[in-house]
C-alpha cells in the first residue's frame, strides 16, 4: 500500500521490504538528506511512467517491481499519445510543482532504482516503445540511427 506521507507516521501502514529497499536505492542515487524526500519523488516519477506505458512491457515491469511501486505505476491510464523525455519531465514538475531541474533529478533517481529491479533487457524495451528522450532519463546514451 502506498503511503500517504499526510497520514501521521504511527497511522502508516509498513512497507514491504522490497519497497524498503527501493526508496533506499532512491535516496542513495539522489543523494537526498531523507527518505521522505524518496517517499516523494516515487510514487511522482512511476505515476508518469505508468501514463506513458502499455502492453507487455508495462505488466513485465509491474512484476519486477515490488507491489507498492507496481500498485502506482499501474494505476494510471495510459495517455493516448506518449510524451517526449523532456515533456515527460515539464509534466511532471507541473503536477508536482517542483522546478524543472529537481524533477529532472528526481526522475533519473527513481529510474536507476527501477533499473536495478528489473534488469537492462526490459528497460531497452521500455526505451524502445517510449518516445525520444527516455535514454538520459534511465542513464543511457541517447542513440540514433544513422540516415
Known sequence: MITDVRVPLE?????????????????????YPTRERAEEAVPLVLAG???QLTG??????????PREAARVLTAQIPAPQPLTGWAFVKDLAARSGAPL?????????????VTAHTGPDLITRILHQLPAGYALLFGRAELTPAA
Open 101 to 113: 531541474a529537481t524533477t529532472r533529478w528526481d526522475t533519473g533517481s527513481v529510474f536507476a532504482a
Open 11 to 31: 497511522h502508516r501502514q509498513p512497507y514491504s521490504t522490497a519497497y524498503e529497499q527501493m526508496l533506499e536505492k532512491v535516496r542513495y542515487e539522489g543523494a
Open 56 to 65: 507487455d512491457e508495462r505488466v513485465d515491469l509491474a512484476r519486477c517491481l
Open 49 to 51: 511512467l505508468g501514463r
